[in-house]
C-alpha cells in the first residue's frame, strides 16, 4: 500500500489512494499506471500514463525509468517498457518516440514512422506533439513535471500526444497540436476529449519574473491560474492554464479529464524534474489507437 497526495477534487478511494474521478489508476502486479476514463469508454484507443513503480531500474531511475535517452542501462528500460505495452496490449518495438526541446513543433505520425526510436534510426527531431490517424502506431512521449496532454477526436479517429512543459504552455503548444489535427484530419475542437496528465502542481512549481513575463505576454487572463508570491517568486497552475485555452480554441470543459496528481509531490509514484534537481527518470504518455 502507499499514499499519495491529491489536489483537491472530487475523489474515490483506491486501496489507501485518493483517486480523481477523470483519471482510473491501475495496479498489475508491481505496476502501477494510470488510464482515462472518457478515453476507455470509447473503445478506440489503447492508452497510459505510466508511474515509477514497478520496473528494474535501478539507482536514481529506480523502477521505472522508460526514457533512452537517460543515462540507464538501454536492457532495463526495454524491459520496462516492454512491461507497461504488454499490459495494455502494445508491441513496444512499435513505439514511435519524440524527440522533445520543449518547443512548440508537432509530427505527423505516419505508417513508415513505426519502430522510429526504439528499434530503428529516427528522423523525428526536434518535436514536442504526435498526432496520427493510423491505427496500430503507438506513440510515446516523456514527462518528469511537464503536462502530458492525451487528445481523441473521437469523430476523425485521430489521436495526439502533446509534452507541454511551461515553455510549451507559454507557446500554447497543446492549442497547436488540435490546430494540426484540425487542418490534417477535419478535428473539430468541440469534438475533442483530453487528458491533462500527473504533472507539477501549482503549489510546487514556482516561477521568477523573468518567466513570469512569457506567461503574461502570452496569456490576457493569466490571473486566473498564475499568483505573485512575493517581489520576485509567482506561483502557476499549469493544468488550469492548458485547460482554460483548451476551452477558448472550442473544446468543451466536460471533455476534459485532469488527473489531479502532482509528480513533485509524489516521490513513491512518480519521477520529477524538480523535486529531483534533475537527476532522475521519466514517465510517459503512450496511446495507439485500435
Known sequence: MFSAKHIDRTTINYGGIKINKDFKIHKNGELVYFTIPSFDKTEMVKHCFTTRQGGISRGIYYSLNTSLTKNDEREHV????NRVCSVIGIDYKNLV???QVHGDEIRVVIEADKGKGITRESDIVNIDALITNVVGIPMITYYADCVPVF????IKKAV???HSGWKGTTQKI???TIEKMRQTYG???QDCLIGIGPS???QCFEIKEDTALLFKKSFSNRKAFMKQKDEEHYIVDLWLSVKLMLIELGVLEENISISG??????EDLFFSHRRDKGNTGSLSAIIELR
Request: contains cysteine.
Open 78 to 81: 526495454l524491459v520496462n517498457l
Open 97 to 99: 518516440f519524440s524527440n
Open 151 to 154: 487528445i481523441l477526436d473521437p
Open 160 to 162: 495526439g500526444l502533446v
Open 174 to 176: 497543446a492549442v497547436k
Open 187 to 189: 478535428t473539430r475542437p
Open 200 to 202: 507539477i502542481e501549482m
Open 261 to 266: 496528481f502532482c509528480t513533485c509531490c509524489n
